[in-house]
């Protein structure tokens, strides 16, 4: 056990300079906030200043477009076809090596796998997921 342990360190550096960077980002965040009401609060006579520019002309209608639906269920799909390439290149590089071992299991968990998102896929097609005119 004690020759597995400097193994970790440099994990451990990585993980101390991760937590580390998050909390300087967000004491940075919160203090930038706090100066950014305060500047805007003597300046009550200039609210376009606190408007967004656009190229020079007053800003007309809302600034955030509504989406819809299908934007955020092919961005679900993608994410889900995209994962499925996470999954299956790891399993595709030590695939292999685990032939000799095991093979049936290994082939037979990708297959279930596969098979999963080829249903995922088929109901996603009928479901006309994939139609872009709409």
Do not use: H
Not at 31 to 48: D, W, Y
Not at 118 to 127: M, T
């Amino acid at each position: 056990m004690e020759g597995q342990l400097p193994q970790y360190f440099a994990v451990f550096v990585l993980l101390l300079t991760m937590i580390g960077v998050a909390g300087v980002i967000l004491v940075a965040s919160y203090v930038g906030g706090q100066i950014g009401i305060r500047l805007r609060s003597k300046r009550t006579k200039e609210e376009i200043k606190d408007t967004a520019y656009e190229c020079g002309m007053i800003p007309e209608g809302d600034n955030t477009p509504r989406l819809s639906v299908k934007f955020y269920l092919i961005a679900m799909l993608f994410i889900l076809f995209d994962i499925e390439v996470v999954f299956l290149y790891p399993w595709a590089v030590v695939y292999k090596d685990m032939l000799m071992t095991n093979a049936n299991m290994i082939f037979g968990s990708m297959l279930s796998f596969l098979g999963i998102l080829f249903v995922g896929y088929i109901y996603a097609v009928k479901k006309q997921a994939f139609d872009w005119r709409s």
